[in-house]
C-alpha cells in the first residue's frame, strides 16, 4: 500500500510541471490551517468549523478536515489565492466531503468567489463564480448543484444529478472545458456531462439576445426613410458549394440579394424581418457570452446552512489539468476510503454487540431483582 502511495504521489509530482495548481489544501499542518481559512464574522451567529477526521476515518491525520460544528446555524469560511483567469484553459474543482453524521438537511457544497471578495463579511448574498456540490433536505432534494455566474445572474445545470446520501466520505469534481463541455465527477466516475450551451440554458438566452439586436437593427432601418440606401436580404435559394473548406475559408456566407431604393410608406417588399441581415451578427457570439470563463478568480470557501452538523470538508484542489485531478484524488481520496469503510465496519460490530450486552445484562437484572423481591416478602412474614 505504501509503495502504491509513493508512485501515485510520483506521478503528481511529474504532472506539477504541466499542470498549474491555482489552490491545494489538505490540513496536513495542524492548526495552522487558520492562517490560510478565514473565518466570517458577519453575523454572531454563524456556526464555527473545527479540525477532525471524524468518528471513523482511513487515517487519522490525513482524513483530518473541517468539520460543521453546531446544529441549526449557517457557515462561512473561505481562503484565498493568487488570482487568474482561466480563459481558454481547462478549469477543475475538486474536494471530499463526508456527510458523519447522515444528513438530513444541509449544504455540503463550495463556491469559487473573485478575488475581491470581502472574506470577513462573507454570507449568502456574496457573488461567487461557481457552486458545486451536494445538497440534501428530506427526501425530495439530493442533488448536486452546478450553478455558473453569467450577466449578473446564476443559471444552474438544468440536468438533475443525484449526490451521495450516506455518511462515507466521497470525492467531488466539477471539469469545465475550454470546447465549452463539462463534466461531474463523484467518486472518480462521470455521472454527468455535456455541453455547456444547452445544459445551462444558454441558447434560449442566446437566442433573446440576438433577436433583441436583430430588432434593433430592424427598427432603425424602418426608421431612417430620409436615407436613399439599398435593402438587402439573404438568397434563400443558395447553397454553400462542395468544395468550401470552412477552415481555410471561413464560415460561408449566402448570396446577399437587393431590392430597390426604399420608398416612402412602404416596406421593403419582400424582406422577411426574421432573415434580415442588413447588420450581420458576430460569429464570436458564444466567445463573448462564455458561461464558463472568469475572469478574477481568486478564493474558494464554504457558505452553507446546514441543521445537522458533523459534515468534514477537505482535499480542495483548483487546477487546469484533468490528469493530475484524477491522481490528486487516487493520492487521497483513493488511499483512505477502503480503511474508512474497514473502521465503520468495525465500530458498527462492536455497537451490536455492546447492545446485546446491555440487553442480556438487564434481562439478567430483571430476573435477580423478582428472585430478591420474593426472598425479602418470605423474610417479612417470617418476622412477624
Not at 170 to 185: G, M, N, Q, S
Not at 189 to 202: A, R, V
Request: one cysteine or more.
Amino acid at each position: 500500500m505504501a509503495v502504491i502511495h509513493v508512485l501515485i504521489w510520483a506521478v503528481c509530482m511529474l504532472r506539477v510541471a504541466l499542470a498549474t495548481v491555482y489552490f491545494q489544501e489538505e490540513f496536513l499542518d495542524g492548526e495552522r490551517w487558520r492562517n490560510r481559512w478565514v473565518q466570517s464574522t458577519n453575523d454572531s451567529q454563524l456556526g464555527h468549523f473545527r479540525l477532525s477526521s471524524g468518528k471513523f476515518y482511513g487515517h487519522k491525520e490525513k482524513d483530518k478536515g473541517l468539520q460543521t460544528t453546531q446544529n441549526g446555524r449557517f457557515y462561512a469560511i473561505s481562503a484565498r489565492f493568487k488570482p487568474f483567469s482561466n480563459k481558454g484553459k481547462t478549469l477543475v474543482i475538486q474536494y471530499t466531503v463526508k456527510h458523519e453524521q447522515k444528513m438530513d438537511c444541509g449544504g455540503g457544497y463550495v463556491k469559487v468567489f473573485p478575488a475581491d471578495v470581502d472574506q470577513k463579511n462573507l454570507n449568502g448574498k456574496s457573488q461567487y463564480y461557481i457552486m458545486f456540490g451536494p445538497d440534501i433536505c428530506g427526501f425530495d432534494i439530493k442533488k448536486v448543484h452546478v450553478i455558473l455566474h453569467f450577466k449578473n445572474q446564476y443559471h444552474s445545470n438544468k440536468k438533475s444529478i443525484r449526490c451521495k446520501v450516506d455518511g462515507f466520505t466521497h470525492l467531488y469534481a466539477l471539469i469545465l472545458r475550454p470546447d465549452l463541455t463539462y463534466e461531474v465527477k463523484i467518486d472518480g466516475q462521470s455521472i454527468e456531462s455535456g455541453d455547456i450551451e444547452y445544459d445551462w440554458n444558454l441558447m434560449s438566452l442566446k437566442k433573446m439576445e440576438k433577436f433583441s439586436a436583430e430588432s434593433k437593427d430592424w427598427d432603425q432601418a424602418e426608421g431612417d426613410k430620409s436615407q436613399d440606401w439599398e435593402k438587402h436580404f439573404l438568397d434563400a435559394s443558395a447553397s454553400k458549394p462542395s468544395d468550401w473548406n470552412s477552415e481555410l475559408e471561413g464560415d460561408w456566407q449566402g448570396p446577399m440579394l437587393q431590392k430597390p431604393p426604399y420608398q416612402d410608406g412602404l416596406k421593403p417588399e419582400g424582406i422577411d424581418k426574421d432573415i434580415w441581415l442588413h447588420q450581420k451578427m458576430k460569429n464570436n457570439y458564444l466567445t463573448e457570452y462564455d458561461l464558463s470563463e472568469f475572469e478574477n478568480i481568486g478564493a474558494i470557501g464554504l457558505e452553507l446552512w446546514q441543521v445537522r452538523s458533523g459534515t468534514i470538508f477537505d482535499n480542495f484542489l483548483i487546477t487546469d489539468d484533468e490528469e493530475y485531478a484524477e491522481n490528486f484524488g487516487k493520492a487521497t481520496w483513493g488511499e483512505t476510503k477502503g480503511p474508512e469503510r474497514e473502521m465503520d465496519a468495525i465500530q458498527a460490530k462492536e455497537e451490536v454487540k455492546k447492545a446485546r450486552e446491555e440487553d442480556e445484562q438487564e434481562l439478567l437484572m430483571g430476573k435477580f431483582g423478582g428472585q430478591e423481591d420474593t426472598f425479602q416478602r418470605f423474610h417479612r412474614r417470617d418476622e412477624l
